[in-house]
């Protein structure tokens, strides 16, 4: 069975027309009765009711073809930057890629990056020219384009028929037939005189790279210049299997146009999955990967692919992260959001199974025979930080609650409670990625929130020797209040926590009562003198003191401690502000802009840089202070072909004016509250 499979995802920009051509599939597949329509809200892969109110597509969503006696599952991704780790849900399961290019935007950001994606995943590509009938399409110039950018392996296998600068049909350059669409019907129609050069010129164009892939061919074509058809779909089947050669098909979704010629590839050039990049494997004990999960207010769905031996209900398989059995229940095939109960899942192919205990997305369950774990799923590490806060106080738990679910089926972004800051910390991979969760918690979960920027957790340090005197003495009826101590501070290297010590002679304070001294400092290093963030590298010497034999206590002496902790204003305090080492990877022609940007705007000192793989990865260290809007500010920069990684390094002094304003900032909030 798993010959007639083929496992496909559709990549590349948002709004060019990957869903509309999912929906064009299903519909010319007799899978769905009429055509669905992104911007009707009623198309079988964009149902998710943020999918549907954005008009984009949110999450990966699974839809099934049957062509030609051939099942062909299909994985819609999103193009929005923002839902990468979807894109890589699919890359991990799916066994070839179809980037979608739109005639009218021409190449673009989306399918360069879905170019890579699919060439780092060793995945076979095809490229998809979408809205070839609509005003402004240019099939040639963006043809064109693909050539220059991905080089001559990139093989026009349709073009399309123009007549009054109007797309009336579509030729297949192979095959040298043509095809118009009445009424929902191909039929063939005569090749225009005019169009007869440039199909034999792209025809040549597809036998020269059908050639180059065996010696053999290649001797034959120098030879004779030509060879027979099916010498031709042989060598395109390896070709394109072994990435070796780039199908272009076009064609318009809304009419169906090309779509047909683009099924008949996928069925004959397109790898099963036993030929895939991780070959299936029918013949041995059942095993399957976890490569999405899908999770509301109700229960969760976890979609998985068979990678080997089949799946059927009531099964018991082991989870080989975490060593728990999982008992399947039902199994389903995935329509968009309807599910297709089956008796069984074979080899290769994907299903869907409810309420598993403790699996996730990346997990691999397995027969108790042959418990091993296949490669998990690697996601890009959340980059755009934002505090959360309920709209109405007292949610803070239902707002957990439900980010908790929510990150079940997204683990792209992590939620991290800053005691220090005393915020809840979101982040993930943009503004539309937090704005999208922030709108699932409302509509899900029944919970309001706003976003703020999150507080940079700066520190505190004193920079010379100050000895500080605190008294505290407090007469009220019956017993009083005294305690009197005398402290050297001083600043220190070698741990962040106050280093605490003693030098106290002759007994002026007793020693029951130096851990309240000690109490009282830690407590009061939580808040710092110049703009109350935590006092860090102190050092504290208890060297004399007075006391009282009736009115002294621990909380007195708790007390003076506090005070004389409050005259590290006059040790020369400073403000730590954290420093973050960064690495950005930018094409060259961009370079100049991003040093600039790091140096002037963000007060950053470049280390260094370096090239690799057509692009300049640049190094520096900058004040984490400065990064809250560089997701966003990096994509303007770069059109979107920029990325980044930021990992703390150190703290370090801030420059005066930066600290005025952190005093200032911290007293006006101070006042506020």
């Not at 019907?185 to 005019?194: D, L, S, T």
């Not at 997990?363 to 980059?383: N, S």
Request: proline content about 4%.
């Amino acid at each position: 069975m798993s010959e007639k499979i083929r496992n496909i995802c559709l990549l590349g920009h948002g709004s060019t027309g990957k869903t509309s051509l999912a929906e064009s599939i299903l519909n010319l597949t007799g899978m769905t009765d009429r055509l669905g329509k992104v911007v009707e809200g009623n198309s079988v892969c964009d149902f998710d009711a943020e999918e549907i109110k954005r008009q984009i597509s949110i999450s990966t969503a699974t839809a099934y073809a049957k062509y030609k006696g051939t099942k062909i599952n299909i994985l819609d991704t999103p193009g929005f930057f923002d839902f990468a780790g979807e894109v890589q849900e699919a890359l991990r399961v799916a066994d070839a890629g179809i980037i979608c290019v739109s005639a009218k935007d021409g190449l673009n950001v989306g399918a360069e990056k879905s170019w890579k994606y699919l060439k780092d995943a060793d995945k076979p590509r095809a490229i998809y020219i979408s809205k070839t009938d609509e005003e402004h399409a240019d099939f040639d110039r963006t043809f064109n384009q693909l050539r220059e950018k991905f080089g001559s392996t990139v093989s026009a296998f349709t073009m399309p028929v123009v007549e009054n600068e109007k797309v009336t049909g579509i030729i297949d350059v192979i095959a040298k037939k043509a095809f118009h669409v009445v009424k929902g019907k191909r039929e063939e129609i005569a090749i225009p005189a005019e169009a007869a050069d440039r199909l034999e010129e792209l025809y040549q164009e597809v036998v020269e790279n059908a050639a180059s892939t065996s010696e053999e061919l290649m001797d034959k074509y120098l030879e004779t210049m030509e060879l027979s058809q099916e010498e031709v779909y042989g060598a395109l089947s390896t070709g394109v299997a072994e990435g070796e050669i780039c199908p272009v098909f076009c064609g318009c979704a809304m009419t169906g146009l090309g779509t047909t010629v683009l099924l008949d590839a996928i069925v004959n050039l397109f790898p099963e999955p036993m030929e895939g990049g991780e070959p299936v494997k029918p013949d041995e004990p059942a095993r399957a990967i976890i490569y999405k999960t899908i999770s509301d207010q109700f229960g969760k769905f976890s979609l998985f692919k068979v990678i080997s031996g089949r799946v059927t209900p009531d099964m018991t398989l082991v989870n080989a992260r975490s060593g728990a059995n999982e008992k399947l229940g039902h199994i389903y095939m995935m329509q968009g959001k309807k599910n297709v109960e089956v008796q069984a899942i074979e080899c290769g192919d994907f299903g869907a199974v409810a309420k598993l205990s403790d699996s996730k997305t990346g997990d691999t369950l397995c027969d108790a025979r042959k418990v091993e774990a296949a490669p998990g799923i690697e996601f890009a590490e959340p980059c755009y930080s934002m505090a959360i806060a309920p709209k109405t106080k007292g949610q803070d738990d239902k707002v957990a609650q439900g980010l908790s679910r929510l990150g079940e089926e997204d683990p792209t972004f992590t939620v991290v409670n800053n005691a220090e800051t005393k915020q809840m910390v979101i982040s993930g991979a943009g503004d539309i990625h937090l704005d999208v969760l922030c709108s699932k918690l409302k509509s899900k979960f029944g919970v309001e929130v706003v976003l703020s920027p999150a507080r940079v957790p700066y520190r505190e340090k004193i920079r010379k020797k100050y000895e500080a005197h605190g008294r505290h003495k407090k007469q009220t009826g019956g017993h009083g209040q005294f305690a009197d101590v005398k402290i050297r501070f001083e600043p220190q290297e070698e741990q962040e926590d106050m280093i605490f010590a003693e030098e106290v002679f002759g007994g002026s304070v007793p020693k029951n009562f130096f851990p309240a001294v000690e109490k009282g400092l830690r407590e009061n290093c939580a808040k710092g003198v110049l703009a109350g963030y935590p006092m860090v590298y102190l050092k504290a010497v208890l060297y004399d003191g007075d006391f009282h034999p009736v009115d002294s206590s621990e909380m007195a002496f708790k007390t003076a401690a506090g005070l004389a902790y409050k005259e590290l204003i006059n040790a020369s305090p400073v403000i730590l502000e954290p420093i973050g080492t960064l690495t950005v990877t930018i094409p060259d022609n961009y370079l100049g802009d991003i040093m600039s940007d790091i140096s002037s705007k963000r007060r950053g000192t470049v280390l260094g840089m370096n090239a690799h793989d057509g692009m300049q990865i640049v190094e520096a260290e900058v004040p984490m202070a400065e990064m809250s809007s560089y997701t966003i500010d990096l994509r303007s920069m770069t059109q979107g072909r920029g990325s980044f990684s930021l990992k703390f390094a150190r703290y370090e002094e801030a420059p005066a004016m930066v600290q005025q304003k952190i005093i200032d900032d911290a007293k006006a909030e101070a006042e506020a509250e």
